[in-house]
């Protein structure tokens, strides 16, 4: 099994621009979720979903998109790349079990915005 | 609303020695707690997950435990190598809200030789 993958692994946009993000699972896990992390904030929540066809905000949403047009992928969006979006994005999943609600993480894309 | 805290931000010790990580939340209403590693330039890696009615967990040389009460996890790591060293990051789901985590900024861990 894979796990979790995301790519790309790096990416440098200019202000303005827009790309797409793609998270993929292998171990048919029904919650997926796409976090950023900066230095000295910790990972904050940008969107997740429960389930194939679902998405909902998480805490910091504002700039992105996200879509589950399959279980095994979600993607996130920047429509309009902003320096403030320069960060390192990790993507997770996991069964979604209430009672066991380890996640697995992928491996991060670093995105820069110029 | 729920905070982590995660004391100190880096620590620095020799090979051989016993160590305490300390996470402490805000808010006791949690689900589960969860213990990360993350190396340079990688994703995280789940340690050890305890359940709010749990009051520790074992993994070889790592022991967790949970004080809900007073808003407290410590993660323990017995005989640190050089191997240790990287960043380790706690995360609590909160009981209202078992879809999300709430991470601590983590504890950046260097076990020198």
């Known amino acids: 099994n894979a796990g979790v993958t995301q790519t790309p692994k790096f990416r440098v946009l200019k202000t303005g621009q827009s790309m797409t993000l793609l998270c993929a699972q292998d171990?048919?896990?029904?919650?997926m979720y796409w976090y950023r992390q900066d230095p000295g904030m910790g990972l904050r929540l940008i969107h997740y979903?429960?389930?194939?066809?679902?998405?909902a905000k998480g805490e910091v949403p504002d700039g992105y998109n996200v879509s589950r047009l399959k279980k095994q992928n979600f993607l996130l969006g920047l429509e309009s790349a902003a320096p403030s979006q320069t960060s390192v994005y990790f993507c997770?999943?996991?069964?979604?079990?209430?009672?066991?609600?380890?996640?697995?993480f992928g491996p991060g894309t670093r995105l820069t915005v110029l | 609303k729920q905070e982590v805290t995660q004391i100190p931000a880096a620590l620095s010790v020799p090979e051989g020695e016993n160590l305490v990580l300390n996470c402490s939340f805000t808010?006791?209403?949690?689900?589960?707690l969860q213990w990360f590693r993350q190396d340079p330039g990688k994703g995280l890696t789940s340690l050890l997950l305890?359940?709010?009615?749990?009051r520790e967990q074992t993994s070889g040389r790592l022991n967790a435990s949970l004080d809900k009460s007073s808003g407290r996890s410590t993660l323990y790591i017995a005989a640190s190598q050089p191997g240790d060293s990287a960043t380790y990051l706690c995360?609590?789901?909160?009981?209202?809200?078992?879809?999300?985590?709430?991470f601590g900024t983590g504890t950046r861990l260097q076990v020198f030789p």
């Open positions: 997770a999943s996991s069964y979604g079990d209430r009672v066991y609600n380890e996640q697995f």
């Open positions: 171990m048919n896990h029904e919650y």
């Open positions: 979903s429960v389930g194939e066809g679902t998405t």
């Open positions: 808010d006791s209403a949690i689900y589960n």
């Open positions: 305890i359940q709010s009615s749990q």
């Open positions: 995360a609590v789901a909160l009981s209202y809200n078992t879809d999300k985590l709430i």
